[in-house]
């Protein structure tokens, strides 16, 4: 069984950081773009940064440019998500994906075919 699980959520002040991370079971995604997303209460899935297969290309949502960065270890099967000066507006469910549609990097929902279950990330002012 595929699975990808993500851990490192947790409940912050504004301005602090932490790393989310995302490791695969059942297969390796070594090949594959790999993103994270995040929904907050009575909103949509959005983007929050893309990665392709090598690591070598990388994109972010403008909301979180500059203070979150993506990163794989493709040996170790785990993507993570570095989250610094965290805002309020940051709280959301995070989720990992992982896309057998491409081994670029995308900002589709659509393009990803595998997903975690999503860690809470809360941020208080």
């Known amino acids: 069984q595929v699975q990808l699980v993500e851990s490192g959520g947790g409940s912050v002040q504004a301005g602090d950081s932490l790393r989310l991370s995302c490791a695969a079971s059942g297969r390796t995604f070594s090949r594959n773009g790999m993103g994270w997303f995040r929904q907050a209460p009575g909103k949509e899935r959005e983007f929050v940064a893309s990665?392709?297969?090598?690591?070598?290309?990388?994109e972010y949502a403008n909301s979180v440019k500059g203070r979150f960065s993506i990163s794989r270890d493709r040996d170790k099967g785990v993507v993570y998500l570095q989250m610094n000066s965290l805002k309020r507006e940051d709280t959301a469910v995070y989720y990992c994906?992982?896309?057998?549609?491409?081994?670029?990097?995308?900002?589709?929902?659509?393009?990803?075919?595998?997903w975690g279950q999503g860690t809470q990330v809360t941020v208080a002012s």
């Open positions: 990665i392709n297969w090598s690591g070598s290309h990388t």
């Open positions: 994906a992982a896309s057998d549609q491409t081994s670029g990097w995308s900002r589709d929902v659509r393009e990803y075919d595998h």
